[in-house]
């Protein structure tokens, strides 16, 4: 039996993905949720200046700093999963296309270090935004702003090549989809060209979350450069549109994830099909392809 169904339970593999698929959506969907929050709370403090409005601006600066944090280790997370399904399917491509193996490899090794350093980037943007709420309160000064600033901008640059990875490899996955032609593997097939089409649309999509990120850090470092000590409602207020479209497009890089992650589920019952296939396969040659379904079929005999 072939090496990629003896080592782990790719149907688990399958699920874990579609998980952490699902938590890393709903991270940026918390993250944002703050922020909206903190926008609102803002326009009150703004319209009726009180203890109470100061408070609940605190507490949101506290919930968004903790949210990016989780966000940190929702990537490192969702890293961990893909890196488990990634060998299986790295596995399969050996068997299958082994001229293509080596470079889907080197795709998968920058996507593991790139998410790893995105997970560091979120989770040090949190623990700058926590500073916000240092002594003196509401009276922060600009440079801890600057800082935040230069954070969203590695966050730009981290989610830009996340994308660039997650396009390639999809690229990759779509090229593999509809190329073999052989009845026993034409669900694996389909599930190969379904995921990389999902997959490169989800690279455009951390390419536009990317450029939201920029946008906010060059507007929080025009207001910080302007002169005035802000204070954090007045920033939240002055890039509230900001927040606001990066809120619109969180709405729909999650439900790209939802389908993403349901791929990674497809794809693992694929598998599971032909693994357990019983129906004769006519292959012809020694080759290490034919070699394989044979395999698979006297095992499924046994």
Same mark, same amino acid.
């Given at each position: 039996?072939?090496?990629?169904?003896?080592?782990?339970?790719?149907?688990?593999?399958?699920?874990?993905?579609?998980?952490?698929?699902?938590?890393?959506?709903?991270?940026?969907?918390?993250?944002?949720?703050?922020?909206?929050?903190?926008?609102?709370?803002?326009?009150?403090?703004?319209?009726?200046?009180?203890?109470?409005?100061?408070?609940?601006?605190?507490?949101?600066?506290?919930?968004?700093?903790?949210?990016?944090?989780?966000?940190?280790?929702?990537?490192?997370?969702?890293?961990?999963?893909?890196?488990?399904?990634?060998?299986?399917?790295?596995?399969?491509?050996?068997?299958?296309?082994?001229?293509?193996?080596?470079?889907?490899?080197?795709?998968?090794?920058?996507?593991?270090?790139?998410?790893?350093?995105?997970?560091?980037?979120?989770?040090?943007?949190?623990?700058?935004?926590?500073?916000?709420?240092?002594?003196?309160?509401?009276?922060?000064?600009?440079?801890?702003?600057?800082?935040?600033?230069?954070?969203?901008?590695?966050?730009?640059?981290?989610?830009? *090549?996340?994308?660039?990875?997650?396009?390639?490899?999809?690229?990759?996955?779509?090229?593999?989809?509809?190329?073999?032609?052989?009845?026993?593997?034409?669900?694996?097939?389909?599930?190969?060209?379904? *995921?990389?089409?999902?997959?490169?649309?989800?690279?455009?999509?951390?390419?536009?979350?990317?450029?939201?990120?920029?946008?906010?850090?060059?507007?929080?470092?025009?207001?910080?450069?302007?002169?005035?000590?802000?204070?954090?409602?007045? *920033?939240?207020?002055?890039?509230?549109? /900001?927040?606001?479209?990066?809120?619109?497009?969180?709405?729909?890089?999650?439900?790209?994830?939802?389908?993403?992650?349901?791929?990674?589920?497809?794809?693992?019952?694929?598998?599971?099909?032909?693994?357990?296939?019983?129906?004769?396969?006519?292959?012809?040659?020694? /080759?290490?392809?034919?070699?394989?379904?044979?395999?698979?079929?006297?095992?499924?005999?046994?």
């Amino acid at each position: 039996m072939p090496d990629v169904f003896l080592k782990i339970n790719v149907d688990d593999l399958g699920h874990q993905a579609d998980h952490q698929f699902l938590k890393l959506g709903t991270g940026f969907d918390q993250a944002s949720d703050s922020f909206i929050d903190l926008i609102a709370d803002a326009v009150k403090l703004n319209d009726g200046p009180g203890s109470a409005h100061d408070a609940f601006i605190k507490h949101d600066v506290q919930t968004t700093g903790l949210d990016f944090i989780k966000l940190g280790d929702d990537f490192l997370k969702l890293d961990e999963a893909l890196h488990k399904i990634d060998d299986t399917v790295l596995d399969f491509f050996i068997k299958f296309d082994p001229g293509d193996a080596p470079v889907l490899a080197n795709l998968f090794l920058k996507l593991d270090s790139d998410l790893q350093g995105t997970g560091a980037d979120f989770a040090a943007l949190g623990d700058d935004f926590l500073k916000l709420n240092d002594p003196p309160p509401l009276e922060n000064s600009n440079e801890v702003f600057l800082k935040i600033a230069d954070d969203f901008v590695k966050i730009d640059s981290a989610l830009d *090549l996340v994308g660039d990875d997650f396009g390639r490899i999809g690229a990759d996955f779509i090229k593999f989809g509809g190329g073999l032609e052989l009845p026993a593997v034409q669900h694996i097939d389909e599930a190969f060209f379904k *995921l990389g089409g999902d997959t490169v649309k989800i690279g455009d999509d951390f390419h536009n979350l990317s450029d939201h990120f920029l946008k906010i850090a060059t507007d929080i470092r025009e207001a910080a450069d302007s002169g005035l000590t802000l204070k954090i409602d007045q *920033l939240t207020l002055k890039i509230a549109d /900001d927040f606001k479209a990066l809120d619109a497009d969180i709405i729909k890089f999650d439900g790209d994830l939802r389908a993403l992650g349901g791929d990674y589920v497809k794809l693992a019952d694929a598998f599971h099909d032909f693994e357990h296939a019983r129906i004769p396969i006519d292959v012809n040659g020694s /080759d290490s392809l034919s070699q394989m379904l044979q395999a698979m079929h006297d095992f499924s005999l046994l």
